[in-house]
């Protein structure tokens, strides 16, 4: 008898956007608080992720999605984020005297 997997297209697409947008969260940070938006954003969404997988046994779709982000997260780096600068914790107010400094 061979095992066939159903796979879950809808359950592969959400995982893979909240990965994705959770490396942008991590990438995208400022470096001083990245520490503590590491441990406050993907560290406990990770265990809910581990969690849900164990409970619905959905480990292909839970790899699949983050292969997904991956591939995504890498188009997305060779597109754009390559060429962003880094984040930073300055802000600039615009003035009616001074408005693009």
Not at 32 to 53: F, S, T
Not at 64 to 83: C, D, N, P, Y
């Amino acid at each position: 008898m061979a095992y066939t997997a159903d796979v879950d297209t809808a359950t592969i697409l959400v995982l893979t956007g909240l990965f994705f947008v959770l490396a942008l969260v991590t990438l995208r940070s400022e470096r001083h608080r990245r520490r503590w938006i590491v441990l406050l954003v993907p560290v406990p969404l990770a265990y809910l992720i581990v969690r849900w997988a164990m409970y619905r046994k959905a480990w292909l779709e839970t790899g699949v999605a983050f292969g997904l982000a991956l591939g995504a997260l890498a188009i997305w780096w060779l597109a754009i984020g390559h060429r962003l600068p880094p984040p930073e914790d300055t802000i600039r107010v615009w003035t009616k005297d001074d408005p693009f400094t």
